[in-house]
């Protein structure tokens, strides 16, 4: 079998567990019972050890050893993962035969419990149970903003990871999230420039669409110092093109219920179909192109694409980058003779942008009152107030994102 067909075979979810327990023998009757829901992780009753694995392993469910006399034990594993893990659905183990077991589960806040010398089928039943039944504690329904470029090397990553950073910073303190989906060429270029830890690429997200809940969201994106959640392109592009239109705008529209705010850096991609289908869904589309008359003329290319593919005229706004009031042309008359609405000026800072990025910084926090940092918050207080679109019902994409990649391509 070819890898193709081998993944196009593979379920695209699959639900994990965490069982913490002292009992080897529990271990192995829960992982045969659960073999049908998914794959169980043991660990030590122990609530560091426990944090630690569920971060590793991203669980669906917490499964708690508390019979033979370590309830209290394990009330302390079940109040850490509540704690840490607010999102994470806890299931007590035990036995009948010790109602200390059910006792002690249900005052640490752990309704519902398997019994170990019960049926096989039925402690499967009541965990399928649990997992239809979880409910998001979310209400959210964030602002999805696609960058493009009109040229490579126009500076979409960096306006893009620039602003993230600077959105969820100014969001932590009333609970507003942002995250940043780093889908340019090269590849992972704002995750360089935001120095941000390892975490799931988007494809790794994609196929993993149905698990996304406050815990899932919580540990499997990397995060920026600033709270700014990241997702990138695998390192191996190829696997990007076995993902379908349909799940990655369904990703996208999925996150708006965990993120105020979602950033799209789509410079120097090139596959105009997929292009158009994110910007069909995004609340708006913000073009970046500078001063000079061949990349207006890039603008114009790209504005016109947009516009045949359907895209509305009204979500679409210009971002002047590396402006200079020196040259004839302002960003007024350049969003006029594009036909679209100004955004904002973002103005020339090539040397203090470098020297920020060199440093392993962010401009906006080695240099809080530069220009390019002030025309910054311009542009976040516009998001800010910009209204979600009414989510569209999702077309039937379901072709594969094929011939995605050139051989060479540039972008900042």
């Not at 696609?146 to 600077?166: D, E």
């Not at 392109?233 to 093109?241: E, G, I, N, V």
């Not at 789509?266 to 158009?276: A, D, H, P, Q």
């Amino acid at each position: 079998m070819n890898a193709r067909a081998h993944l196009m075979t593979q379920p695209t979810v699959a639900d994990s567990f965490v069982f913490a327990s002292a009992n080897d023998a529990h271990a192995r009757w829960l992982a045969q019972t659960l073999f049908p829901a998914g794959k169980v992780e043991s660990v030590a009753l122990d609530p560091a050890l426990v944090a630690q694995r569920i971060s590793q392993h991203m669980p669906s469910l917490l499964l708690v050893d508390f019979s033979q006399g370590r309830g209290a034990v394990a009330s302390a594993v079940a109040a850490a993962a509540h704690a840490a893990f607010p999102g994470l659905q806890v299931v007590a183990l035990g036995t009948l035969a010790e109602p200390e077991s059910a006792l002690s589960a249900l005052r640490a806040g752990v309704r519902d419990f398997v019994d170990v010398a019960g049926d096989g089928e039925d402690a499967l039943r009541i965990v399928r149970q649990v997992l239809d039944n979880r409910v998001e504690s979310v209400s959210r329904h964030g602002r999805l903003t696609v960058l493009l470029g009109a040229r490579a090397g126009i500076g979409v990553t960096t306006l893009a990871a620039s602003l993230g950073a600077l959105l969820a910073r100014k969001g932590a303190p009333t609970n507003r999230h942002a995250a940043l989906l780093d889908l340019g060429l090269p590849a992972g270029d704002g995750a360089l420039l935001l120095n941000a830890g390892n975490g799931f690429n988007f494809v790794d997200a994609v196929r993993n669409l149905n698990r996304f809940d406050q815990t899932f969201v919580h540990t499997a994106l990397a995060r920026h110092e600033s709270g700014l959640a990241l997702t990138t392109l695998p390192a191996d592009l190829s696997a990007f093109r076995e993902v379908s239109f349909q799940s990655a705008v369904a990703l996208l529209t999925r996150l708006r219920a965990f993120f105020d705010q979602q950033l799209v850096d789509l410079g120097g991609f090139s596959n105009t179909e997929f292009v158009s289908e994110v910007a069909h869904v995004a609340d708006q589309v913000w073009l970046v192109c500078d001063q000079s008359v061949a990349s207006i003329v890039a603008a114009s290319r790209q504005l016109e694409m947009l516009r045949e593919a359907g895209v509305e005229n009204d979500h679409l706004r210009l971002v002047l980058n590396q402006y200079e009031a020196e040259i004839d042309l302002s960003a007024a008359q350049i969003a006029e003779r594009l036909g679209i609405d100004l955004a904002g000026a973002l103005p020339a800072r090539r040397v203090a942008l470098c020297q920020a990025a060199n440093r392993g910084q962010l401009l906006a926090d080695s240099a809080p009152r530069d220009p390019y940092v002030r025309a910054l918050e311009a542009l976040a207080v516009q998001l800010d107030g910009m209204r979600a679109r009414v989510p569209k019902k999702l077309d039937a994409l379901r072709r594969p994102l094929r011939g995605l990649f050139p051989h060479s391509s540039k972008r900042s």
